[in-house]
């Protein structure tokens, strides 16, 4: 394209949000809207891929996240950890003329495997002015929250907790979903959950226990879902050793309000990271290494 | 009633059991139906109260389990633990003309609270000939699985775990939905799963590692469903010693055989007993000493 300006996509699974970026990668505009992969019908990328030229011209599209996975457009390859931008952009395909999607990310351990698929964007995006010989933790809280670890820009080890699934799950559906109408916030409720959740060996018991608090009077019914999703993210961080740790978490609103409470009460240190600003210094890190 | 019969309902969120029984405690007929709590209408409870009667003629009826609770007919305030048979009998409520709910039994530590209704008749029931001094620890898995440690006839300790409910909610729903579908039964499979769910800090990481090894090929898409449900009761016992431990097993079919093998890995050894046998002892008992 002649001005050499480009779209960035972070195509998730509900959600997408869309860039136009000039040639020097500063945002001129941008989309987002309720148009992930579980939106888009088999078949439909390319109709989108057009809609999003005809409002911004027709420029280079670089995209990550699930729509490079078996629910998404095409199914692009993981590459392996350790990755780093470099691995990544070599992985990175081309699914249409002008048109790239960014790889994931698979972990093999002996123990345990795992798999993301746009995170390691926004990590290493907000890597990319560190100093690249730290050691860094970094937390981003969802459906499917994820830990990763990073030694010198390079993603060596992660985990992934369902926890917010488990959440949505238990208020919709089930035993509990008739008293997990409550707002959930920081307070007193949710901290006693985190407690709770942390020091739990049995996640199925100590949920069980906020309906059985609630039915015998000792837990106000609005305070149910703060205990409960206190719990839950309880749980999530239990088993993690965050005392004087420094955890930079990329989330925003009540999310990372929750996170940063039930981090700092098991000792660790938050660095918010805007996850925006992180995801678009990651995809033109990328871009920039496209052949 | 002139020949002394009564009639005898184990009445559950989801199923129902029902038998005549004659004077002397002997079974005569049984019936076993859908017609849990959750499928009789408000206010439906004295017609069926009478369907039973024509069917096994105007006996005494003696219900116990969710039909006490505030989903059921009528709410019958729980017996504190420690509870025995004479305490429950005691606190049996009579809701009708010649016609019976037993409480159920709540739980209150410091530390945490909880509630049974219906598994105290079939524990004290299964106690009912024991030498009455012995230490016992009984499991009744199911959709909110029961773990309740008695002394001397007497319950006095108890919690429940979700891990039934859990498994449903993520076969039905969610990410690991579609990769559920697979048979569950004792196996290599399970029994990973029950390693990992045990020493899992991090239950919603387990789960979502079924998931990751299902995407990258470690794990066959048919043995995800046994992983999955070994993971969940694995995080069931991990954080109760059974080493050399005698658990009193109260289930039946598929649901017998995975707790038997998971106790069996955690060092337990399994001693079945019958849930039918046991309600039965259990709710003679205490018509044998209501009023």
Redesign the interface.
Known sequence: VADGGWIAVDWGTTNRRAYLLDAGGDVLDSLSDACGVLSVPAGGYPDELEALRERWGARAVVAAGMVGSDRGWIPVA?TEAPADLDGIARATRRVAADAWIVPGV???RAD????MRGEEVQVLGALAGADGDDDALFCQPGT??KWIRTVGRRIVDF?????G??F???R????LAGMLDGAVADGSAFRAGVD?GAS??????A???V???V??G?LARGDAAARASGV?IG??L???DLEGREVALLASGPLAELYAAAIGLRGGAVRPIDSQTAFLDGIRAVRARLA
């Open positions: 993981y698979a972990l093999r345990r495997v795992d798999v499917h929250s985990s992934t907790s369902m926890t699934e488990l949505a799950l238990l919709a559906h089930g035993i709770r739990a060996a049995d996640l199925g018991a949920l069980f226990e309906r059985a608090a039915v015998l000792t839950l749980a999530e239990g088993g993690r």
